[in-house]
DNA sequence: CAGCATCCATGACGATACTG
DNA sequence: CAGTATCGTCATGGATGCTG
């Protein structure tokens, strides 16, 4: 596995970067996203997160990428796309949410939300 | 296991929630220092969130005591002490936590910061 | 299409002082 | 001891309009 586990302690100032990096508002679901469907261009993103601005999702995409979470591509097309994924620590970084997910969807005050839920706004907790 | 996994997918709206919860600032950290030391006051805690202001660690820890996290128990002493836990809801949210924490450990960026910690400052990241 | 620039409202957080 | 009250600051994110 990718996690260098030298003991079972980590240090407390790993908890600012996770902070930093899922913290921000449309993080976790724009990474669920990507994981879900693959690469994605901007406005496709731009549908899919429902309720975003163009400026935020500008904003998260240039984040994410600049810390790695995230690759971003020009494709050869004409005219080119641009299109978004998960890297490959991007992906392990999906990995490491599923439990988190899976516990939140556990909760009683989302199960009841949920039975209100479109087959569209379903996202894939497996293993990518 | 706790997890009620009627399938393999959750809903968008389950994302909203963790945000609310774990997105705070201190929300993670704290979580982490009741599981690793077990209940605590709040100048305990106060004095191991190295920087938080009590009026922030007064909010966070009703929030979180609000939301079934935390365990607020006022004990039968002379006088009173009042002690914060983490619940069994909150001890499940720590443990789904625990791959998050390892994932982040494992980066290159954190992995430099960790160099210079001190012995007092590493948290466990076992199962409870 | 894929954004960026700008402005604005909200609220999270910190500092400090105070209370039963 | 275990907070609450108040105030100020700053960052986040939404709205909108513009661009190559």
Chains 1, 2 share one sequence.
Do not use: H
């Not at 980590?10 to 449309?26: M, P, V």
């Not at 496709?44 to 975003?52: D, R, T």
């Not at 992906?91 to 949410?97: A, D, T, Y």
């Amino acid at each position: 596995m990718n996690t260098s586990l030298k003991s079972d302690k980590i240090c407390l100032c790993a908890f600012d970067g996770i902070i930093d990096i899922i913290g921000r508002k449309w993080a976790i679901l724009l990474i669920s996203i990507l994981g879900e469907y693959g690469d994605l261009r901007f406005n496709q993103l731009y549908g899919k997160l429902e309720g975003i601005s163009p400026s935020t999702l500008s904003k998260i995409l240039y984040e994410l990428s600049g810390r790695g979470i995230l690759t971003r591509t020009v494709t050869q097309d004409k005219p080119a796309k641009i299109v978004y994924g998960l890297s490959g620590r991007g992906k392990e970084l999906r990995n490491s949410l599923i439990p988190l997910l899976n516990w939140m969807s556990g909760q009683d005050e989302f199960e009841k939300m949920a039975e209100t839920c479109r087959p569209e706004d379903l996202i894939s907790v497996k293993n990518l």
